[in-house]
């Protein structure tokens, strides 16, 4: 029961680079959440999916983008990349009813030089 | 708009002693509040929840956390702390309505001292 994982561990992006942050999910969730953990802060919110097609801005969206083709999988796009993304990328999921926990992938850390 | 302060960035406790970490809330309307846990390199792993119901609640690891709706507080507690608690722990609330989105404090470092 692999649960959420993410791909890649760790990143360097130059200015101005693109890249796709991978996440996969194998509980049939149907939420599925994108965050950014800056160090010292809570996680923001970047964007969220309710299920397969439909997706959603969180408090940060700028900058991203995002797309949910199937139910297991989430991916999080990088256009442009700016020092300012340099963080560590969280993806989350969770059941559509019943109980709220989000469930967390390992991170994906950042760093755009 | 829904918020979360955790007051404290460093909770230093010896091994054995009773820890708190404070949490206190602000949402316009009924919370969901839960706690998160994170190692070094980790995800966040769940620890416990307050839907609704019972203001004390228990979790995983021994932890468990009042719900004071008074003082709109979530105070995450433990009777003896280990050393292998020591972490970074995250209070989190969302809505009862809309999308469940989750809204997280700054966290707090507890250190257990041998």
């Known amino acids: 029961n692999a649960g959420v994982t993410q791909t890649p561990k760790f990143r360097i992006l130059k200015i101005g680079q693109s890249m796709t942050l991978q996440c996969t999910q194998d509980?049939?969730?149907?939420?599925m959440y994108w965050y950014r953990q800056d160090p010292g802060m809570g996680l923001k919110l970047i964007y969220y999916s309710v299920g397969a097609g439909i997706t959603d801005k969180g408090e940060v969206p700028n900058g991203y983008n995002v797309s949910r083709s199937t139910t297991e999988d989430f991916p999080l796009r990088l256009e442009l990349a700016a020092p300012s993304q340099t963080s560590v990328y969280f993806c989350?999921?969770?059941?559509?009813?019943?109980?709220?926990?989000?469930?967390f992938g390992p991170g994906t850390r950042l760093t755009v030089t | 708009a829904q918020s979360v302060a955790q007051p404290e960035d460093q909770v230093n406790v010896a091994e054995g002693n009773p820890l708190t970490v404070k949490c206190t809330y602000s949402?316009?309307?009924?919370?969901?509040l839960f706690w998160y846990v994170q190692y070094p390199n980790r995800g966040l792993q769940f620890l416990l929840k307050?839907?609704?119901?019972?203001?004390l609640v228990k979790g995983s690891y021994g932890f468990e956390a009042e719900f004071n709706k008074s003082q709109t507080s979530f105070h995450l507690k433990k009777p003896s702390a280990l050393v292998s608690d020591s972490a970074l722990y995250f209070c989190a609330v969302t809505l009862q309505t809309g999308a469940n989105n989750l809204f997280f404090g700054t966290g707090t470092r507890l250190t257990v001292i041998p």
């Open positions: 989350a999921s969770r059941r559509l009813t019943g109980t709220y926990e989000q469930y």
């Open positions: 307050y839907i609704t119901g019972d203001n």
């Open positions: 509980m049939n969730h149907n939420y």
């Open positions: 949402v316009s309307g009924n919370p969901y």
